[in-house]
């Protein structure tokens, strides 16, 4: 599943740190909207998702590395792109960049749950919409 999503952020006082820096939990901040806007982009509505199909995504791990820092007023591009894809389960593969510099490389792997937070499998048409994305 080579295909990626791009979507860039800006940063800005709120998220940096007393150094001026992006404080290090602001990149979960920034892949979470990232994946939010992949499934906008894809058409798939996370409320509609719960309501349509009671399936909701969580996250289930994160492996996180820092490379460079972004700083205040930077753009930063964010991609994401699947690295692997189960039954009720996706692996992510997410970057930030500033300009080309890597800022952030992360795989985040997210679990399908019910209401009852009971894993499930993704439903055939959402995951038809992720490997066609």
Aim: proline share 3%; hydrophobic share 45%; glycine share 4%.
């Amino acid at each position: 599943m080579p295909s990626v999503f791009t979507w860039n952020v800006r940063v800005y006082y709120e998220d940096t740190d007393a150094g001026g820096i992006v404080y290090y939990a602001n990149y979960l901040k920034f892949f979470e909207r990232a994946r939010t806007e992949w499934l906008r982009a894809i058409d798939v509505g996370q409320q509609a998702l719960l309501e349509q199909h009671d399936a909701m995504f969580v996250v289930k791990s994160v492996n996180a590395d820092y490379h460079a820092p972004a700083r205040l007023d930077d753009t930063v591009r964010l991609t994401l792109s699947i690295e692997k894809m189960g039954r009720a389960s996706i692996v992510f593969l997410q970057q930030a960049w500033c300009g080309d510099r890597l800022l952030n490389t992360a795989r985040v792997k997210i679990g399908c749950v019910d209401s009852a937070l009971r894993p499930r499998a993704v439903p055939d048409a959402v995951a038809a919409r992720m490997r066609a994305a």
